[in-house]
């Protein structure tokens, strides 16, 4: 008996942590398209109806903000080729329900070189058709 309960605790740890993986996989394919400006790839992992938020935190406050998915791919083709960013995730806390994940992923914002920003990103994503897609990203922005 303590052998079949362990056995099934080994095959659920194996599951979960693929399904993690899955996961973590699908938001880094999501910053390769950031960083190379390519908002075709970032799509092909994002849904249709992506939404995105942004909590800016300075000495007067907080400012809350959106913007439309057409408008953040229109802005990742924009910048410029002589600007050289990088958004570098310092680890992952992913949690899973069936059909719906979340990842808190805290990060440090670099524009040439130099670090402009930090907080952390919260990635909702959904399975659809065996496929994680990010369906809402949430940031804070702090200097």
Do not use: R
């Given at each position: 008996m303590r052998k079949i309960i362990l056995g099934m605790l080994?095959?659920?740890?194996?599951?979960?942590?693929?399904q993690n993986l899955e996961v973590q996989q699908t938001i880094e394919t999501f910053f390769k398209g950031f960083h190379s400006r390519d908002s075709i790839a970032i799509q092909k992992v994002c849904s249709d109806k992506m939404g995105?938020?942004?909590?800016?935190?300075?000495?007067?406050?907080?400012q809350f903000s959106t913007q439309t998915a057409t408008k953040f791919?229109?802005?990742?083709?924009?910048i410029p080729t002589?600007?050289?960013?990088?958004?570098r995730l310092l680890g992952h806390t992913i949690h899973?329900?069936?059909?719906m994940a979340i990842d808190w992923a805290p990060y440090e914002f670099y524009v040439n070189g130099k670090k402009s920003h930090s907080g952390v990103n919260v990635f909702t994503?959904?399975?659809?058709?065996?496929?994680?897609?990010?369906v809402a990203i949430i940031d804070t922005r702090r200097k």
């Open positions: 080994v095959l659920f740890g194996m599951t979960t942590q693929a995105l938020q942004s909590i800016a935190e300075n000495a007067k406050g907080s791919y229109q802005s990742i083709a924009s002589t600007m050289q960013f990088e958004e899973i329900d069936g059909a994503l959904y399975k659809d058709n065996g496929q994680w897609k990010i």
